[in-house]
């Protein structure tokens, strides 16, 4: 028998969920017309389709380890409702979300269509978004939103660095013993590059670290932004680092010319704040930058994951620190 690893595949709590989940269909009106199924298992979160006589519904739940995502996104619903999943159920305690199906992914049409167009309709949003939640820092880490703040980053890079063990020395895709020796020495020099940043006064905001083509959705029209668990308040630039790979997935071509006209694009709802040339200059600090803190993300998952699961994504970290240590513009 397969062992089982996580909460969500237990039958007791399988049924707890079925039953929150009929009893929030009642209060909404809904009726059940097939079974409910779990197509997506992970350590962080699962997702649950769920039948009714008014379309598909995807319920989701959160491992302790992202629970803010529940409460970040109920507070992005009544924030900006035009942009978040439309919400008919949340347990906060258990980080238990039903919400309405919010369309096709945007990746489906990048790769159909081979065009990169609908980013012009999305981005203006997401910096909007950006913008406006620059005013309530206090509040989003009162919710419980990463604290990736610029000051802090030297602190949490010396932590990541120090434990060797993570790093996977001289392993294929990981870091070399020359590299990592490099990034000891580091420190001081990482922790002028973040005063620097600071220093170009981009405001710092809310940061969605998995912002990629696949969690953006488009449904007649309106686009909706999900899947917030691996969120932060930092700088608003470290969102390109998961969104050009992302682009370069989709058409299929490492450092594609269509990524960088999607970072262009990202870029230019910023121009209030430099002229777009400078802005270019900041990007790329911010995308180096942007690894470390892609990096701390999955050191986090990491110390809280199963030792079965933990050899199948430790890479993450020692990826990102190379492609730091590497960065070249």
């Known amino acids: 028998m397969a062992t089982i690893l996580f909460p969500w595949q237990q039958p007791d709590w399988q049924a707890e969920a079925k039953a929150w989940i009929r009893s929030a269909l009642d209060k909404n009106d809904l009726q059940l017309i097939g079974e409910i199924e779990q197509p997506h298992i992970r350590q962080w979160s699962t997702v649950m389709t769920v039948p009714t006589n008014d379309g598909t519904l995807f319920f989701k739940a959160s491992s302790a380890l992202l629970d803010y995502e529940t409460v970040l996104t109920d507070y992005l619903a009544r924030f900006r409702p035009e942009i978040s999943p439309e919400l008919l159920g949340i347990d906060l305690k258990r980080h238990w979300m039903l919400m309405r199906d919010a369309g096709t992914p ?48 030297p602190a949490l890079f010396e932590n990541l660095i120090v434990d060797q063990s993570s790093m996977l020395l001289d392993q294929e895709e990981s870091l070399t013993s020359e590299e990592y020796a490099r990034l000891k020495d580091f420190g001081p020099e990482f922790g002028r590059m973040c005063e620097k940043l600071a220093s170009f006064g981009i405001p710092e905001t809310l940061h969605h670290d998995d912002f990629h083509d696949g969690n953006i959705f488009v449904r007649e029209g309106r686009i909706t932004f999900t899947d917030w668990g691996e969120s932060a308040v930092t700088h608003p630039f470290f969102t390109l680092v998961v969104m050009m790979r992302g682009v370069d ?15 262009d694009m990202y870029l230019e709802q910023w121009t209030s704040h430099a002229p777009m040339g400078e802005l270019k200059s900041i990007a790329k600090l911010a995308q180096r930058i942007g690894h470390v803190n892609r990096a701390l993300t999955w050191k986090i998952s990491l110390d809280e994951m199963p030792e079965e699961l933990r050899a199948e994504y430790a890479i993450a970290v020692p990826s990102y620190l190379k492609d730091f240590i590497n960065y070249s513009d």
Do not use: C
């Not at 989003?140 to 939103?145: A, C, D, M, N, R």
């Open 249 to 263: 997935n989709s058409i299929g071509v490492d450092y594609s010319p269509e990524s960088a006209q999607v970072r």
């Open 106 to 153: 945007l990746r489906h049409f990048i790769r159909s269509e081979k065009s990169i167009a609908l980013w012009r309709d999305v981005l203006p949003l997401y910096v909007d978004l950006q913008k406006d939640t620059a005013d309530h820092l206090t509040h989003l880490l009162t919710l419980g939103v990463m604290d990736r703040r610029i000051a802090k980053l």
